[in-house]
């Protein structure tokens, strides 16, 4: 049993799977345009050079290392938005009866206008959902 990472033939980049298995199960895995080298490797830091068949270091180009970025504040976001939603339904409960004191009002308030500006930061990342 070995443990290899996949790589693409064509540019040499980690798919970013990696199995330890038999060589069966690991010829099994392989996809058209892929192949495979002994060990675990990050994608992000590693790519295998075409020409010599060799592991060497690999930087990813800004505009990826940027998209992930977004990537990231967006999932951030949005798990804000659903503690937010969360948080809220004691308030919009005690609203709906009646009960909302003046402490209850700023909070929900404050809350809303927190969820607009998450909000604007997703349509800027440009991932909006219609959930949202």
Known sequence: MS??????????????????ANDRVIAANCKEGESFIAG??????????IATGKVVAYQPPADEVTA???LK?????RAE?????????????????GNL???GRRRLD???????ELRGKLLAVGRRRCAD
């Open 68 to 70: 992930e970025q977004k």
């Open 3 to 20: 443990m290899v990472s996949f790589y693409k033939l064509d540019t040499g980049l980690f798919t970013g799977v990696f199995i330890s």
């Open 110 to 116: 404050a809350m809303c206008a927190r969820k607009v």
């Open 81 to 97: 938005l659903d503690e937010i939603d969360r948080r809220a339904v004691r308030y919009l409960m005690d609203e709906l009866a």
């Open 40 to 49: 675990r490797y990050d994608r992000k830091t590693h790519r295998v050079d």
């Open 101 to 103: 004191d003046s402490e």
């Open 73 to 77: 504040a967006d999932k951030r976001a």
